[in-house]
């Protein structure tokens, strides 16, 4: 198939993935309907179109933290990613850094740190509140010998939400030989992924905390591992201890409200990610479109502020930054052009969201990535929360 915008990597994705792998990267919770109006509401943005303005010289670069990217971009913590094409983590890490942007490698992953900060510049480390604390404290150790630049914390997840397209899938609620079966018998209908990564993928298991579960560890782990290791207790109060144990740049991802932001500041986040997990933790709330000007409005400048969440082109990207937004951060995205075309998916998808966010800032009237703020919206097209 000819793969022209992101929604052909989708499709790509759909096509080459067991089912039980697609599902997992294309759900949402309960309903869905936050992963849907994370996609309508940046969609009905309205951009307003300025022209006679000299757009000749277009720079799509930013810096954060003192780090300088290409793209005002980041390709976002997803877990099992090394499931969807052979060492995952690493593929898209090598793309990520040839395109300029950041890599942020999930604690789920299947390729374990050392292996991702081998192949590429160190990756962005993505981290739960963790009931182990011991355990906790050894990965940020890891990240920090890895040369981490960033630690992210992952705070909407102190308990999972459900999400029936995994039960339904069969890469949740399976247990046993019959769950392993099923999937099997999807693996065998896609010979390509069952070659490229069913046999010659492996190790499987989930790297960063295989000293936990064992090195046989497998996909039935992954879900028991979330349920037995978030904290429902965690309080700002842990988040300090954090601050104080890492010297490097501190990033909340899953923050909705003004005043959730405000307490990040005052515990020492350098940055937050405005996000509802893609729709895959509490249904029904904000997208990031939504909630981002009022998060915007109450840290005013103080810290770094990203957004995810239905970001399906650059001109999304470019919808996100006029909100507020310092950068935008893909999750799905990345998913789907690593599920259907690897590493060089990843760096076609990326080239996309460079080409389209050039056109958007051109047709916009804007030359550079600080120069994107509410005038390259339709007064009433910004949402309010």
Known sequence: MIVADIADHREAARRRLPPFLFEYIDGGSYAQTSLHRNVADLQAIALKQRVMRDVSAIDTSTSWFGMHQALPVALGPVGLAGMYARRGEVQAARAAAAA????????????????????????????????????????????????????????????????????????????GLGGQLRRVGQALRHPGWAWD????????????VAALL??????????????????????????EAVRAAWDGALILKGVLDADDARSALVAGADGLVVSNHGGRQLDG?????????????????????????GVR????????????????????AWAWALGGGGQAGVAHM???????????????????????????????????S
Request: net charge neutral.
């Open 100 to 175: 300029g942007v950041p890599f942020c490698l999930s604690t789920l992953s299947i390729c374990a740190l050392p292996e991702v900060a081998a192949a590429a510049p160190p990756p962005w480390f993505q981290l739960y509140m963790m009931k182990d604390r011991g355990f906790m404290r050894d990965l940020m150790a890891r990240a920090k010998a890895a040369g981490c630049p960033a630690l992210v914390f992952t705070v909407d997840l102190p308990v999972a939400g459900a999400r029936y397209r995994d039960r339904r899938s069969g890469l949740a609620g399976a247990p």
């Open 197 to 208: 990564v069913g046999l010659h993928g492996r190790p499987h298991h989930l790297g960063n």
């Open 214 to 239: 064992g090195r046989q560890s497998g996909l039935e782990d992954f879900f028991a591992w979330i349920a037995g290791n978030m904290d429902a207790s965690v309080t700002w109060a842990d988040l």
């Open 285 to 309: 709330v904000l997208s990031a479109a939504r909630a981002l000007p009022a998060i915007a409005d109450a840290v005013g400048g103080r810290m770094t502020l990203f957004a995810d969440g």
């Open 313 to 332: 082109s650059g001109l999304d990207v470019a919808r996100l930054l006029a909100l507020g937004a310092d950068g935008v951060w893909l999750g799905r």
């Open 350 to 384: 990326l080239a996309l969201i460079a080409a389209e966010l050039r056109v958007a800032m051109a047709l916009t009237g804007v030359t550079s990535v600080a120069a994107i703020d509410a005038d390259a919206l339709v007064a009433n097209g910004a949402p309010r």
